[in-house]
């Protein structure tokens, strides 16, 4: 499932500059072909405080969205990451969301802490922040 990602991608960045490791990132396959050759705003690696959150939607889909709170060129550049990634546009990504999630939240003796931060840990972080995730970090 997981892939390199180019942070800047291969087509765009300078031959010398495409494999340098500060380029890659791991992801999931899917999310680096909806990325394409798109340049994106927020690095995954060095995210300024929290940017994004999620949002249980009325369709019981939990979705990312811009931290509240951010000032309007932040935000834009938020969701333009959101909607380049597509991490709510593939529906195979929402739906592997969802079960982290509803999983975390029905087995809270299931797993630690430390086991919840490691697999998912926005996911997990955004459940904790809401109250939801039935643990808390320690």
């Not at 999931?28 to 994106?40: A, L, P, T």
């Not at 991490?87 to 079960?99: D, F, H, K």
Request: net charge positive.
């Amino acid at each position: 499932f997981r892939r390199v990602l180019f942070r800047s991608p291969k087509s765009l960045a300078p031959s010398r500059r495409a494999f340098e490791w500060n380029n890659l990132r791991w992801c999931w396959d899917i999310i680096n072909n909806k990325k394409g050759d798109h340049v994106i705003a927020i690095d995954p690696v060095s995210l300024p405080g929290n940017l994004f959150e999620l949002e249980l939607k009325t369709t019981g889909d939990w979705m990312v969205v811009p931290s509240q709170g951010l000032d309007s060129v932040l935000k834009t550049q938020v969701q333009d990451t959101i909607d380049k990634l597509g991490l709510n546009s593939i529906r195979a990504v929402v739906i592997r969301r969802n079960q982290y999630a509803n999983d975390f939240m029905r087995n809270p003796n299931g797993y630690t802490d430390p086991e919840m931060d490691a697999i998912q840990p926005f996911v997990f972080r955004e459940l904790q922040r809401q109250g939801l995730a039935g643990c808390t970090f320690g």
